[in-house]
């Protein structure tokens, strides 16, 4: 065998085997416990998901898969953590708007949420709920607007922290509406629910998942939704659009994520076992039961998803002029 076709052999040889030691690398995925970073308080839709997916994961996987809750700054504590942390996908962000389409906002970011975290698969999608402090005056969306107006700046909203699904869909109907709503930023979903039940805030644009049972309990008073279409679990609420601000849509998505780097076959399988963890009976049917819809899908799904959603939130923010230290 001359020196070339010597050469080509050891190449092609070489090649076999990093293709190989790949392969067996993402079939020996996981070999240690994997951790889930919730970047906010546990109790909120976040929390919520996260740990369907880990209770499908870890039997799968026959290793823990253990939530860790990291809220602060708006969820870039958790992001930041994650994005700091090796690439190995042994670590996972529960990502959101904050993450994934809201980071325009962050002027002293210690990392790039756009480049150094990397979605492996789309979790849900979920439409909000505005709802209001049973001492606030309106019932109706057009009634809520009008004393919006008639009370500028008077009318505090909490949210679940800068960037959040919460604050996002406020702050674009605040900009189609062209009310002045005071923005109460919390470290996630649930101690700012708490603040609206105490009446410290008057209102909240909340995921339906989680302001159901308030509202049920007659704790809290809805006036519309946020999604394109009306909700299974709030039939006979409006949607925002349809109630009087035409164009009106805020759907929030949820990704996992991971560091950059993570080696494609790891990236595969993550999505694939996610995807698998989806589709399952129980997980579809608590979905449902929370008013949440389950994506998953490919790589590339996840990936055209989060830069189209972060292409639209960059208008709202700029338009807005919302800038966060």
């Not at 101690?191 to 995921?207: I, K, R, S, Y």
């Not at 302001?211 to 409006?238: C, E, F, H, M, Y």
Request: glycine fraction near 8%; hydrophobic fraction near 45%; charged fraction near 15%.
């Amino acid at each position: 065998m001359n020196t070339r076709r010597l050469c080509l052999a050891l190449l092609a040889a070489a090649g076999l085997g990093l293709a190989g030691a790949a392969a067996a690398q993402a079939e020996a995925f996981p070999s240690k416990p994997v951790r889930i970073i919730v970047p906010y308080a546990a109790g909120g839709i976040a929390d919520i998901l996260a740990r369907q997916v880990a209770d499908r994961l870890a039997p799968a996987w026959r290793q823990p898969v253990v939530i860790e809750n990291r809220p602060g700054a708006g969820g870039h504590l958790g992001g930041e953590l994650v994005a700091k942390s090796p690439a190995d996908g042994y670590t996972l962000v529960l990502a959101t708007i904050a993450h994934n389409g809201a980071f325009a906002m962050y002027k002293g970011l210690k990392y790039d949420p756009a480049t150094d975290l990397v979605p492996v698969s789309l979790i849900a999608e979920s439409a909000g709920v505005l709802i209001v402090h049973p001492s606030v005056q309106a019932r109706t969306l057009p009634e809520f607007i009008a004393l919006a107006k008639a009370q500028p700046g008077k009318l505090n909203y909490a949210s679940a922290g800068n960037g959040s699904a919460i604050h996002m869909a406020t702050e674009l109907f605040k900009h189609m509406t062209g009310t002045d709503l005071l923005h109460v930023p919390y470290k996630g979903s649930a101690p700012a629910m708490a603040d609206l039940l105490g009446g410290q805030v008057q209102l909240m644009f909340e995921n339906i998942a989680t302001a159901l049972p308030q509202i049920q309990a007659g704790k809290v008073r809805a006036i519309a939704v946020t999604g394109r279409a009306r909700n299974a679990s709030l039939p006979d609420l409006p949607t925002i659009a349809e109630a009087g601000v035409p164009g009106y849509a805020a759907e929030p998505w949820y990704t996992l994520s991971v560091p950059r780097g993570v080696p494609p076959e790891v990236m595969r399988k993550l999505n694939a076992d996610i995807a698998a963890a989806l589709r399952t009976p129980e997980v579809v049917q608590r979905f449902e039961a929370l008013g949440v819809t389950p994506l998953g899908g490919s790589l590339d799904d996840a990936a055209r998803r989060n830069a189209q959603e972060a292409e639209r939130w960059t208008r709202v923010i700029q338009a807005a002029r919302i800038t966060v230290d």
